[in-house]
């Protein structure tokens, strides 16, 4: 038996659609790491790992028309422009022709322009997933750092551009609210932010200055009670609908490098701002990413993030988000890995070579397996990591300081998890041969997805540097 045509392949995605939370392929590797769960998960967070899985089957994995395959018989259009049709009525035509093939809807996305399914974004708030780590009272779920690389497990499974928009609103805005927000500022955006009213974007990077945040080159010039913000951001995800930024300017050059930078609370719809053009990206495409400008945007004292207590300590605040984004990060990288060995199973489950299933080959079997082993590997880290630094705020000893024992083990995961992740879908991909090129195959998408995460929130290289600083001064404080 060999691998369907795109003729059978056709005939099979026009078949009534997969029930809901069935999944389209009948293999899950993840069945294979429910120790994982079992060892590590409460009640609640398989409950909330299983919200997820439900959201990424209903909304991501869900089967949509895919427009190219849009067939209107020549006759039709050519009367129809005979006729003179309007643009209207040229569209209804397009719609209402029968479509062969359907796509998930993730892989939609891919020819998207880039843009967030922004429809999807009140459920989203609706199953709390943007409020999973933070306490109840701000309308969290009060599920700590497990809630969170739980979910972002699941989501990695389905589509890394939706995951990262969620993490952005999640990790890099709503989190140094909670952390170094001033309670007013808390109710002011982290409470909407939850419930899905709120959006915000988190801007550091500048064109000349990404992996060393120590130099930047924005300023923030105090003048009768506002600060002047005159500087550029770049890549900044979610900037294209955020209502808010958090920018990372210098108020305090004489304090410089790293200790005169304010993070400072923005609207999008200051005067002076001004978004670049949209990034056209070669993965994540369900996120947006564009350049910010701002041109002496004038913003009140008082928005220095945690009140002029916090002033020239932006920077602090950035790298403890960071560090926390980095964790949730490699949960998705380890998603991402799960689900790439998942259709690779199904793939080689039906795939014939050399006279027998690929599945059965010896070459396959040992690659898979170290496959297997290697996201074995991540689930243990992120999931040790993760429950160390909520038995670590349990016990009263809060995430703070630049150099918290959790920089240093966000530094291990995030350094190790995309770079497993990559190797793993590498030997996914490969194994789909050809089929593994062609977009009707969710594997060429993930492989264009996954390279992100050994980019932002600081490089592989970056990671692998906080580690050293740490094996450098080890002794300096402990892990535990
Ligand atoms: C899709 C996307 C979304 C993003 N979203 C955001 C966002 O929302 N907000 C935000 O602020 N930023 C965002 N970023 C920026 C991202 O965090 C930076 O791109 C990243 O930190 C790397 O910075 P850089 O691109 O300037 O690379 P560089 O710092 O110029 O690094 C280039 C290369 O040099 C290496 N390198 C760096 N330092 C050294 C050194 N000292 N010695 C030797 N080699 C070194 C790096 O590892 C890398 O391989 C995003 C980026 C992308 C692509």
């Given amino acids: 038996m060999g691998l369907k045509s795109r003729k059978e392949r056709t005939e099979q995605t026009t078949q009534p659609e997969t029930p809901v939370g069935k999944g389209t ?41 895919d427009p190219r395959d849009t067939f209107i018989p020549q006759e039709k259009l050519l009367a129809a422009l005979q006729n003179g049709a309007s643009k209207e009525e040229l569209e209804k035509l397009v719609n209402a022709a029968p479509r062969k093939v359907k796509r998930s809807r993730a892989q939609e996305f891919v020819g998207r322009e880039g843009r967030f399914p922004m429809e999807l974004w009140d459920k989203i708030a609706s199953l709390g997933f943007f409020g999973i780590p933070f306490p109840e009272q701000y309308g969290g779920l009060g599920l700590g750092e497990m809630g969170n690389v739980a979910m972002f497990e699941e989501l990695g499974k389905y589509d890394s551009g939706v995951a990262a928009s969620i ?18 500022q808390r109710q002011q955006y982290l409470v909407p932010s939850i419930q899905g009213k709120m959006r915000g974007a988190f801007c550091l990077t500048e064109p000349g200055h990404g992996s060393d945040a120590t130099n930047l080159e924005t300023r923030a010039v105090e003048k009768n009670g506002y600060f002047h913000l005159t500087g550029t951001k770049q890549f900044i995800t979610s900037a294209t609908y955020a209502d808010y930024f958090i920018v990372f300017g210098v108020t305090d050059p004489e304090l410089q490098p790293g200790r005169g930078t304010s993070a400072l609370i923005v609207p999008a719809n200051a005067p002076g701002v001004t978004l670049g053009p949209h990034e056209d990206k070669m993965g994540i495409r369900a996120s947006e990413t564009a350049s910010v400008r701002f041109d002496d945007v004038k913003v009140p004292v008082d928005s220095i993030l945690g009140g002029n207590e916090r002033r020239g300590k932006g920077l602090f605040s950035a790298m403890l988000a960071i560090d926390i984004s980095r964790l949730t990060l490699a949960a998705g990288a380890l998603g ?48 040790c990591i993760a429950k160390s630094v909520d038995d670590w705020i349990e016990r ?54 996954e390279i992100i995460s050994e980019l932002f929130e600081g490089t592989t290289f970056t990671c692998q540097k906080e580690i050293m600083k740490w094996v450098r001064d080890a002794g300096e404080y402990n892990l535990h």
């Fill in 25 to 65: 392929q009948p293999l899950r590797a993840d069945l294979r790491f429910e120790f994982i769960n079992d060892y590590f998960l409460s009640d609640e967070l398989r409950a909330l790992k299983e919200t997820a899985r439900e959201f990424g089957e209903r909304e991501l994995n869900a089967l949509v028309p």
């Fill in 396 to 449: 009263g000893r809060p995430m703070q300081g630049y150099r918290s024992p959790f920089t240093v083990l966000a530094a291990v995961a995030k350094s190790l998890a995309p770079v497993k992740a990559r190797e793993v879908i590498t030997n996914a991909l490969i194994y789909h041969g050809g089929y593994g090129f062609i977009e009707d195959y969710d594997i060429a998408k993930m492989y264009r997805d």
């Fill in 336 to 383: 991402g890995s799960v689900a790439a060995i998942d259709k690779t199973l199904a793939f080689a489950a039906q795939r014939e070579v050399a006279g027998g299933l690929l599945i059965t080959k010896d070459n396959f079997q040992q690659d898979i397996g170290r496959c297997v082993a290697e996201t074995y590997n991540m689930a243990t880290t992120v999931y």
């Fill in 167 to 184: 993490g952005l609103q999640l990790g890099l805005w709503e989190m140094p609210l909670f952390l170094d927000g001033t309670e007013d």
